[in-house]
């Protein structure tokens, strides 16, 4: 991982008396501007990827998002985002 530098965050949620609510987590942030992110940010790109993760699924399953193939890249990346804009004029939210 030398290669890959990271910062390992070892997160626990309280409540305010300091009562542990869930079992600790930990997260690694890497990238050129982790150091950029404060701890709060980075806990919240990772909570927020559930919802990004679960509108991707729904797309795949049932909007057609990877049923077009071709070997232009452009044109797979074009496709893509009709599927989005299906779901959200139909006002599904992929968030």
């Not at 997160?11 to 008396?17: E, N």
């Not at 049923?67 to 959200?88: I, K, N, Y």
């Given at each position: 991982m030398?290669?890959?530098?990271?910062d390992?965050?070892h997160?626990?949620?309280?409540?305010?008396?300091g009562?542990?609510?869930?079992?600790?987590?930990?997260?690694?942030?890497?990238?050129?501007?982790?150091?950029?992110?404060?701890?709060?940010?980075?806990?919240?790109a990772?909570?927020?990827?559930?919802?990004?993760?679960?509108?991707?699924?729904?797309?795949?399953?049932?909007?057609?998002?990877?049923?077009?193939?071709?070997?232009?890249?452009?044109?797979?990346?074009?496709?893509?985002?009709?599927?989005?804009?299906?779901?959200?004029?139909?006002?599904?939210?992929?968030?």
């Open positions: 030398h290669a890959h530098p990271f390992l965050l997160v626990q949620i309280t409540d305010p008396t009562r542990q609510l869930f079992n600790p987590q930990w997260l690694l942030v890497f990238g050129q501007s982790r150091r950029q992110l404060s701890l709060q940010e980075a806990y919240q990772y909570t927020d990827r559930f919802s990004l993760e679960h509108g991707i699924r729904f797309g795949k399953q049932h909007v057609m998002m990877a049923q077009f193939q071709t070997p232009q890249v452009t044109q797979e990346e074009t496709w893509v985002h009709f599927p989005w804009l299906a779901m959200c004029s139909c006002g599904w939210s992929v968030y």
